[in-house]
């Protein structure tokens, strides 16, 4: 049976369409007492963005911080923190930020709704009602976390979204000019991963026409943004997040996401880094992938850091591997059905080791 995808209802789309936002907040204000939370990257504090946010005396600027990324624990933290501040639920929840600030907005805005601790919601379809109208101001482009239908979190037991249909933000505002402030390295770790989510969907046994069509134009923007330094970048790097956000969703990624998630659940790598470190050696599954991104790193100048691995405990290693071959649907993607027959524990382990 083909899936019957939910997505972003409404969207705004231009250079400095961030003043929207206020009016747009009208519409969920229903009465002088209504509220909103603003969750925001705390890299804005005292920034010029900070200046244009369109709080009125009964709102909450939630600062968040995302030098790790998002934990089960951080969320439940923050819901109450908003539970505590009034009485009654907000009309609305707003990520600022990139794919942390905007999964956080998405993660409390569903425990606002949903009893319990948020690691109990690791998973798929778990959520039970729907959360609090919830929208996102991307800051930083690649994730696709903008359409996606998961909040990745770090659990105690597993680095896991929560997955639902009403994970999904009900509005976004993409403006580009908001990328204007992203560090360089940063902006080029964030867009790999949107370049690495075409490769995979691409490439995956479960390409359909719907996922090759999103995919291909976002690699094509890729390309417009890291080898051709295009002058509207930030206008193409955003529409290449959503696109390629959408790539996958109707697909999935692959191999190069199963080790990252394996590296970051025990060494606390970030995504983007993290994708682009293991993308490296990865040249036997995606030969013309890597080759390009090679280039593009050269034009950007990026060294990656190396030997994270080679000197980790054996009880660690163990724990890398376990968690990358537990991610089936991604080797599924990437190697067929027979994935186990390729992607042995020792095969797992020989990749980490390079790493
Ligand atoms: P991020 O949100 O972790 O931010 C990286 C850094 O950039 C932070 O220091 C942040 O403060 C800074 N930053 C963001 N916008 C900025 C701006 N305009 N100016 C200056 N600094 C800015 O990075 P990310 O790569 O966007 O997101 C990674 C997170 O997204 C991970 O937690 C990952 O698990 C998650 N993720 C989610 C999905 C999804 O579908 N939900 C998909 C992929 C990744
Ligand atoms: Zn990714």
């Known amino acids: 049976m083909s899936r019957n995808f939910k997505m972003v209802s409404n969207i705004v789309f231009g250079k400095n369409s961030f003043k929207q936002l206020n009016d747009i907040l ?66 609305g929840v707003i990520g600022i930020g990139g794919g942390s600030a905007m999964d956080l907005a998405k993660a409390v805005s569903l425990m606002l709704t949903n009893s319990g601790l948020s690691q109990e919601y690791q998973g798929w379809d778990l959520i039970k009602n729907p959360g609090i109208y919830h929208l996102a101001i991307p800051t930083l482009s690649g994730t696709g976390a903008e359409v996606s239908r998961t909040a990745v979190l770090t659990g105690p037991e597993k680095k896991l979204g929560l997955n639902s249909d009403y994970t999904v933000f009900d509005q976004i505002i993409l403006d580009p000019n908001l990328l204007k402030t992203v560090p360089k390295n940063q902006y080029f770790y964030t867009g790999m991963d949107c370049y690495i989510h075409c490769i995979e969907s691409l490439s995956g046994t479960f390409l359909n026409q719907f996922s090759k069509s999103y995919g291909e134009k976002a690699l094509e923007l890729c390309r417009d943004v890291f080898l051709k330094n295009d002058s509207n970048k930030d206008e193409k790097l955003m529409m290449a997040s959503y696109f390629g956000g959408m790539s996958i969703a109707y697909s999935q990624v692959g191999a190069c996401h199963a080790l990252s998630y394996g590296l970051s659940y025990v060494l606390g790598t970030h995504h983007g880094i993290g994708c682009c470190i293991v993308f490296d050696y990865l040249e036997e599954f995606y030969p013309k992938g890597v080759k390009e991104f090679r280039e593009m790193m050269k034009i950007a100048n990026i060294q990656l850091p190396r030997n994270l691995v080679k000197n980790l405990d054996k009880e660690k290693l163990e724990k890398m591997i376990t968690t990358a071959l537990n991610l089936e649907p991604l080797w599924e993607n990437c190697l067929g059905k027979n994935w186990k027959n390729i992607m042995t524990k020792d095969k797992a382990k020989s990749l980490f080791l390079q790493m």
Request: hydrophobic share 30%.
């Open 26 to 91: 009208e519409q969920q204000r229903k009465n002088s007492d209504s509220w909103i939370v603003f969750v925001t990257d705390d890299v804005f504090k005292g920034k010029e963005l900070e200046k244009r946010l369109p709080l009125q005396n009964q709102d909450m600027l939630l600062w968040v911080n995302v030098d790790k990324e998002p934990t089960t624990n951080y969320v439940d933290k923050l819901t109450q923190k908003i539970k505590d501040f009034k009485s009654y639920s907000p009309s």
